[in-house]
């Protein structure tokens, strides 16, 4: 029994809506790095999804170099995020403003 493809892009359809939800209505740098996580993980659902519908590996081999971005993102945005606590105490996208002059 297989599940259909609808299914699948449903479901990643939802996870990339939440995900830009996230990044729109929070304030906090962890939950908008989490959620631009959630975003490309459901994109990686949609590419793994046609690459089984459509019988082709493709999809699959563009996933693991998405993961391998979104594994050196992850490190990096967690340093700055770090970086940026040490320096002003507060994780709070509103109150970084160390870019303005």
């Known amino acids: 029994m297989h599940i259909q493809?609808?299914?699948?892009?449903?479901?990643?359809?939802?996870m990339f809506i939440v995900g830009v939800?996230?990044?729109?209505?929070?304030?906090?740098?962890?939950?908008?790095?989490?959620?631009?996580?959630?975003?490309?993980?459901s994109a990686n659902l949609t590419?793994?999804?046609f690459s089984s519908y459509l019988g082709n590996a493709?999809?699959?081999?563009?996933v693991f170099f998405v993961m391998a971005v979104a594994a050196a993102e992850a490190a990096v945005g967690l340093a700055i995020i770090i970086?940026?606590?040490r320096n002003k105490l507060t994780i709070n996208i509103d109150e970084l403003n160390i870019l303005k002059w």
């Open 21 to 41: 939800v996230g990044v729109l209505t929070r304030r906090n740098a962890i939950v908008v790095f989490m959620s631009i996580e959630l975003m490309l993980n």
């Open 5 to 14: 493809i609808e299914y699948y892009l449903i479901l990643s359809a939802f």
């Open 83 to 85: 970086a940026l606590f």
């Open 58 to 62: 493709v999809g699959q081999l563009f």
């Open 47 to 49: 590419m793994v999804a």
